[in-house]
T-cell receptor
């Protein structure tokens, strides 16, 4: 079967750095996405990786290793507004998205 | 642009009742989809459409119907509601950004079936 694993919950301190990991086992790979979802709101797109390596976008970076079935989202200079769930999703060989259950990130002052 | 608009935002149904969740987008996106989100689980695809007149089943289609008569609208119908359909439903449309098919989600519809 297809599977996306992420930690259920993480806690970090305002101003610090946090890394949210995502491992996947899917039938084929056609890209990996990260979405942010604030409580009670819709997911919004953060990043996309299809080749190995690091993609940097401001305070957020996303890394992919296709050989290891692994990605991480790195958030720097954490702000209180970064408190949210972070969803990892992989597009499989049929170009369908397989979603992880999300990681709830709690930021403490 | 309003983006993706979903209605209603909240709905309570009794078992066996039917209803339609409305979804409209004004971005001229060809691809539209419906997901459900349940605690502790990833988003699950119910139905999707790659253009007007074309629909297909996703991972969890049973108990739901869709139609796509126009590019803008993609309603989701619950034929006979069951408590297992209690969930948050998201409609999403897709566009291509730097080679990625990025989803734009509606605000969600929270459905409770008693």
């Amino acid at each position: 079967g297809q599977n996306i694993d992420q930690p259920t919950e993480m806690t970090a301190t305002e101003g610090a750095i946090v890394q949210i990991n995502c491992t996947y086992q899917t039938s084929g790979f056609n890209g990996l996405f990260w979405y942010q979802q604030h409580a009670g709101e819709a997911p919004t797109f953060l990043s996309y990786n299809v080749l190995d390596g690091l993609e940097e976008k401001g305070r957020f970076s996303s890394f992919l290793s296709r050989s290891k079935g692994y990605s991480y989202l790195l958030l720097k200079e954490l702000q209180m507004k970064d408190s949210a769930s972070y969803l990892c999703a992989v597009r499989d060989s049929n170009y369908q998205l397989i979603w992880g259950a999300g990681t709830k990130l709690i930021i403490k002052p | 642009n309003a983006g993706v608009t979903q209605t209603p935002k909240f709905q309570v149904l009794k078992t066996g009742q039917s209803m339609t969740l409305q979804c409209a987008q004004d971005m001229n996106h060809e691809y539209m989809s419906w997901y459900r989100q349940d605690p502790g689980m990833g988003l699950r695809l119910i139905h999707y459409s790659v253009g007007a007149g074309i629909t297909d089943q996703g991972e969890v289609p049973n108990g739901y119907n869709v139609s796509r008569s126009t590019t803008e609208d993609f309603p989701l119908r619950l034929l006979s509601a069951a408590p297992s359909q209690t969930s948050v439903y998201f409609c999403a449309s897709s566009h291509t950004l730097d080679g990625a098919n990025v989803l734009t989600f509606g605000a969600g519809s929270r459905l409770t079936v008693l």
